[in-house]
């Protein structure tokens, strides 16, 4: 049996029920009744006074008479994230999406992701489009870049375990190959919950590192990109995720090829905790931040490729001028 799931990418294409469903843990589906809940925004309520109801015009809306909020479903998801407009659409579109691959009929694809007999058995690649021109670049990244770390936009993918088949569909979909034209993962930013789909281990750009004396280790293929968009005389690469120690005997290699080697991985929680485990396993490597967003490439879309450079330099140089 075969399910085909297609993703979308624009907030135009969630359905509002959804989003009141969702973000108001409905315990019942809307279709076209009124409902009133307890306040979201005002824990001390006893009595529901938030009703949810289709306006003049048939579109569902939310007013709070407790607090005198109201609005439309992205207006809602703004107040109870605290988030912009734009941040608002973005969160939402990438739930509905999680909420596609794991529901919505047919099959979950952690059920496939869990499964270690579960393979991507083809793909579908296409022609690329304003809308990757724009994801890529809001990093830096440009088609040259792309070109060259062999990324290239997908109409689809399918995976396949016992028998049943699972086919993704999106305008958002990168198949991330090697140079001998191997499949090895697929990115779909998309979603927030399965991001990526490994299709087989590989040690990202390793098929681009050139002959610089330092390298840098970062946490993923597009920070890779991001990081030598700005043209500096270092190789990178990337293992499988953060989660993924390189191997003992690869770590080795690279010692002896490099004057030194620096992990650059998320300013968060976890990304520290996993460059900590590098400097325990291979004390010879050193261990940086860049204390700006969430990682290098986020960090160039938050706040300009020039500023990061700027903070990015001189925190690399002083660890390889004085570790």
């Known amino acids: 049996m075969i399910k085909v799931k297609n993703l979308v990418h624009d907030i135009k294409d969630v359905p509002v029920t959804w989003i009141f469903e969702k973000y108001c843990k409905l315990d019942q589906k809307l279709f076209g009744e009124d409902v009133k809940i ?10 529901p006074s938030m009703c949810i109801y289709l306006d003049k015009d048939k579109k569902y809306k939310f007013k709070d008479f407790s607090t005198g909020k109201g609005g439309g479903p992205i207006e809602l998801v703004k107040l109870i994230y605290s988030l912009t407009y734009h941040q608002a659409c973005q969160l939402i579109v990438e739930h509905y999406n999680d909420f596609v691959l794991h529901n919505n009929g047919g099959y979950d694809i952690k059920e496939f992701k869990q499964s270690s007999k579960y393979k991507v058995v083809s793909y579908s690649e296409r022609k690329w489009s304003t809308q990757d021109q724009y994801f890529w670049t809001q990093f830096n990244i440009g088609s040259k870049l792309l070109e060259a770390h062999y990324v290239k936009p997908l109409d689809s993918y399918c995976m396949s375990k016992d028998g049943n088949s699972l086919c993704i569909k999106g305008l958002y979909l990168y198949g991330y190959f090697k140079s001998d034209g191997t499949l090895y993962k697929i990115y779909q930013p998309k979603t927030l919950d399965k991001k990526f789909i490994k299709v087989t281990d590989y040690i990202q750009a390793w098929d681009q590192l050139q ?69 325990e396993k291979y004390p010879f490597i050193e261990i940086t931040l860049l204390p700006m967003s969430k990682d290098v490439s986020d960090s160039i879309k938050d706040y300009g490729a020039k500023e990061v450079r700027n903070r990015l330099v001189p925190i690399l140089a002083k660890k390889l001028n004085n570790g």
């Open 211 to 279: 002959k610089c004396n330092h390298l840098v280790i970062t946490s993923s293929l597009k920070d890779v990109m991001s990081i030598k968009s700005f043209k500096l005389d270092i190789d990178v690469i990337a293992p499988d995720s953060e989660n993924t120690m390189i191997k003992q005997d690869v770590m080795e290699e690279l010692r002896d090829k490099y004057e030194k080697i620096i992990v650059l991985f998320d300013y968060d929680d976890a990304g520290i905790k996993a460059m900590q485990a590098y400097k």
């Open 38 to 47: 307890k306040s979201l925004f005002n824990p001390k309520e006893r009595t």
